[in-house]
């Protein structure tokens, strides 16, 4: 069963906050949306758990008691306890008693939060509290896991631990799509899509994605254009449309998802400033 | 007469931490820090939640006594003086939410005693817009050109570029590397791994004190990961999870950090897998994971 969202446009007024994007993930993988604030990740999952209306486009995606949904903000209920969060969760998809406790045990376990079960959500660091939502959205088994920026601001010893608690939830069957600021978490993901302002800017695996990158970047002290060039380090990297036209001075690098995502996002708003 | 100071009477130190620890009734935040960040110098801080680089932080401004040891700004106790000379981006940015834009910037440079900064291109569109109505990269320029308009000779800023896309990072490190040119010393905790590279200089810390500095190279230090390639990495995941390996994936790769390739050589076999497994050098968060766990098990 493969879960998608094809050609999908949603407006909020007169902002088209998702333009045309299509997802696809299966069973055991895991796909990386990724785009900064605005980019329009959080539409494009509410719209495969059915909770954003589509202008066009269509969804297949399992009912939503086979969805485990972790949104962006909390996830989780400050004023209950690790467990009791745990129990309510459970109880709204009809887990109880001993099926409820093994099932809970087994995900705070992994999570590294069983000696936190009485714990108030409030009193959680922000790593922990993600790995409690993270557990919430796992809790009824469900097929389809869609977790908005599980990882933002959180710190990278938490981040590893979501990274393979979310490895585990694929490698035990399950299609994950969660979205993220990191491009080194996307780069570690089967699949990956890049947003920018509600468009599609790259989509297929990392090596997909860098095999499809049109053009050239040199490392340089001076760029030439300063407006086709940005900074790694002390050094900047710079665009430039054909390998040709890499000047002889300066050294061509192989391009990384960084390189590659930075540049499309110049490209598509040099396109809109040449369009209005 | 043998005073010693933070800075060691050099100069050139901006910003400087000498044998610095801290404690909160028995818990110990920071532990023996010591540090310098001298004039133009980019200096990455990174460190697991509860390292203890925000209570560092707030040592080094002045705002939290030490318990031991001896913070230095500019040449001396960082006191209301001396913090004028510093420009501080904190994590959740510092704006007033419900000002516009240029109200943030007027109130700022009043507080300074400075000229009100003009606005970039990006912003003059948005300058009667309030803040919390602005997506989170202008939000993040905002902050930057309101610390930057006292002309400071030292910043310290905590994780800038959280959230933003990756073309709004690349016009804040834009701005970090030219303050960095003109002179400034720059001291940044990031919690994003790939922007190190963006760092002259690294200091890790861990369990309070600082545990490894200077390159991405020198911070990794021995960690290695185990690679392991298969056709059916799902099954290769659960058997070395089950092995209680710290197991991750890695695009179709499954990636275990500070393992023995023969152990895990070994559990593959037992379970009549055939893989191909490698040593890789490992990341930063990987070294980080293994210092957060501790010693292992023997």
């Known amino acids: 069963m493969t879960y998608a969202v094809r050609c999908a446009s949603v407006r909020f007024g007169d902002t088209l906050a998702l333009d045309n994007v299509s997802l696809q993930v299966e069973p055991g993988a895991v796909l990386a949306v990724v785009g900064g604030d605005g980019a329009g990740k959080t539409t494009l999952l509410r719209a495969l758990v059915g909770q954003a209306q589509l202008a066009t486009g269509e969804v297949d995606a399992p009912p939503a008691e086979a969805i485990g949904y972790m949104p962006a903000t909390a996830g989780s209920w400050s004023s209950l306890s690790v467990a009791q969060n745990m129990d309510f969760v459970g109880g709204i998809y009809g887990l109880s008693g001993n099926a409820l406790t093994s099932r809970r045990d087994e995900l705070l376990d992994r999570a590294s939060l069983g000696s936190s079960i009485d714990q108030l959500a409030s009193a959680l660091s922000g790593g922990m509290r993600r790995k409690l939502g993270f557990s919430l959205a796992m809790l009824h088994d469900p097929p389809l896991l869609v977790l908005d920026e599980p990882s933002t601001g959180i710190d990278p010893v938490s981040r590893i631990d979501l990274w393979r608690m979310v490895s585990e939830a694929a490698a035990a069957g399950a299609a994950v799509v969660m979205s993220t600021t990191y491009l080194d978490e996307a780069e570690r993901a089967a699949h990956l899509l890049v947003l920018d302002g509600g468009r599609t800017l790259a989509s297929g695996t990392l090596a997909d994605v860098l095999d499809s990158f049109d053009g050239a970047i040199s490392t340089t002290a001076r760029p030439r254009r300063r407006a086709w060039a940005w900074r790694r380090g002390r050094e900047y990297h710079e665009y430039w449309p054909t390998t040709a036209g890499v000047p002889i001075d300066a050294a061509a690098v192989t391009p990384d998802l960084e390189d590659v995502v930075v540049t499309l996002s110049m490209l598509k708003r040099h396109e809109s400033e040449l369009a209005s | ?298």
């Open chain 2, 1 to 298: 007469m043998t005073t010693t100071s933070a800075s060691e009477g050099n100069p050139t130190t901006l910003l400087a931490a000498d044998r610095v620890g801290r404690k909160f009734k028995d818990f110990t935040a920071v532990d023996d820090v010591t540090l310098r960040v001298g004039p133009g110098e980019v200096v990455g801080l990174l460190g697991a939640n509860g390292a203890g680089k925000t209570t560092l932080i707030r040592m080094l401004l002045g705002l939290l006594a030490t318990t031991v040891g001896e913070v230095e700004l500019l040449g001396g106790p960082p006191d209301r003086q001396l913090r004028r000379r510093l420009g501080y981006v904190p994590q959740g940015l510092g704006l007033y939410r419900d000002l516009t834009v240029a109200e943030n910037l007027a109130f700022s440079a009043q507080a300074y005693e400075t000229a009100v900064p003009e606005l970039p291109e990006s912003l003059r569109p948005v300058a009667d817009r309030l803040i919390a109505d602005l997506p989170l990269g202008l939000q993040r320029q905002l902050a930057f050109l309101s610390a930057l308009a006292h002309s400071p000779e030292v910043l310290v800023l905590d994780e800038p570029t959280s959230g933003v896309d990756a073309l709004a990072r690349a016009a804040l490190w834009d701005t970090i590397h030219e303050q960095a040119e003109a002179g400034v010393g720059v001291l940044v905790t990031t919690h994003n791994m790939a922007e190190a590279e963006q760092c002259d200089r690294l200091l890790l810390m861990s369990h309070a004190r600082l545990v490894a500095q200077g390159s991405q190279t020198d911070i990794i230090g021995s960690t290695t990961a185990i690679a392991i390639r298969t056709n059916d990495w799902a099954r290769a995941f659960a058997v070395l999870n089950q092995a209680g390996q710290p197991v991750m994936l890695s695009g179709r790769d499954v990636r275990v950090a500070d393992a023995d390739a023969d152990q895990v050589r070994a559990v593959l076999a037992d379970a009549g897998m055939s893989a191909e497994v490698f040593g890789v050098p490992a990341t930063i968060e990987e070294r980080m994971m293994v210092l957060a766990r501790g010693p292992k098990a023997p």
